[in-house]
Structure formats: structure tokens, C-alpha cells
């Protein structure tokens, strides 16, 4: 009887957290889409060569990074996709979320500065910790670019 109930406690916090996981995740993705909204007017470009209506502005150098830790049931998802092979999903929304949450803080950093554009957008991505077996427990994404700032009195 107990051991019943040691499970019951076991799998009523595993449902406990996958609900609370869920439910962060979908106030995450809210956020970004209304913050998204709001930066629309910022314009960003991966190309190199800035155009020449951009002359006379001034640019400078705006980044954002963000981390963000997989959790136990991402990865517990991720191990059993491992066994059958394919797309693992679990881990591609935490990577869209960490990719987007990045360029938004690059462009709020841009916004700060006055810039209506950036230039040679990069994003880099790179694990920081590992667990057991290698797993990787957090990512870090880390977006740059050249903000161009118009002239004062342009």
C-alpha cells in the first residue's frame, strides 16, 4: 500500500511539473510575440555591406544573449526520442525561444540606442554545462549586430 502511494505522490509531481513546464513555455512565447510586435519597426539584416542610405549614420556594436536550462522533461522526452531516432522537438521549441529572446534583447538594446536597423546579424549558440552522459543541460544564445543610429540633426 504504500509503495502505491509513493507512486501516486511520484507521478502527481511529475504531472504537477510538466503542467507548470507547459504553462511557462506558452507565457514565454506570449511575451516574445508582443515584444516582437512592439520592436517590429526595428529592421534587422544578415548581410555584411551596409546600403548607402545608411551613410551617415553612426553604428555600434548591440548584442543580446540569454540562457536557458533544459528541463527534466524535455530531457526525459529528448532520451526517448534517442531511441527511435528522428525530430526532437522538446528541444527545438527551448532553441526557437532562446533564438528569439536573443534577437529581441539585441533589438531593445538597438531601441535604447535610437537605431531604426541592424546590420550583420549573428547568433551564436554554445552549450554551458553538461550532465552525465554528455547531455547537454544548458545553451546559451548569444545575438550581435551593428546598430545604425541616425545623425541628431538627420
Known amino acids: 500500500m504504500d509503495q ?3 507512486l501516486g505522490i511520484f507521478l502527481s509531481l511529475v504531472l504537477i511539473g510538466y503542467i507548470f513546464g507547459r504553462m511557462a513555455e506558452r507565457r514565454h512565447f506570449k511575451s516574445i510575440r508582443e515584444r516582437e510586435a512592439n520592436l517590429a519597426d526595428i529592421l534587422t539584416f544578415s548581410e555584411r555591406k551596409i546600403p548607402t ?3 551617415n549614420c553612426r553604428g555600434q556594436l548591440v548584442s543580446g544573449a540569454v540562457v536557458v536550462s533544459v528541463d527534466y522533461f524535455k530531457m526525459v522526452s529528448a532520451g526517448l526520442r534517442n531511441l527511435v531516432g528522428g525530430r526532437v522537438s522538446a528541444y527545438e521549441s ?3 525561444r532562446a533564438r528569439r529572446e536573443a534577437q529581441l534583447r539585441m533589438k531593445e538594446e538597438a ?3 535610437g537605431a531604426k536597423a541592424v546590420f550583420n546579424v549573428r547568433l551564436e549558440t554554445s552549450a554551458i ?3 552525465q552522459n554528455n547531455q547537454t543541460r544548458s545553451v546559451e544564445v548569444y545575438a550581435y ?3 545604425l543610429i541616425a545623425p541628431a540633426n538627420g
Open 94 to 96: 527551448l532553441l526557437e
Open 4 to 6: 502505491l502511494i509513493n
Open 145 to 147: 549586430g551593428t546598430a
Open 129 to 131: 554545462s553538461q550532465g
Open 111 to 113: 531601441r535604447r540606442l
Open 53 to 55: 542610405d545608411f551613410d
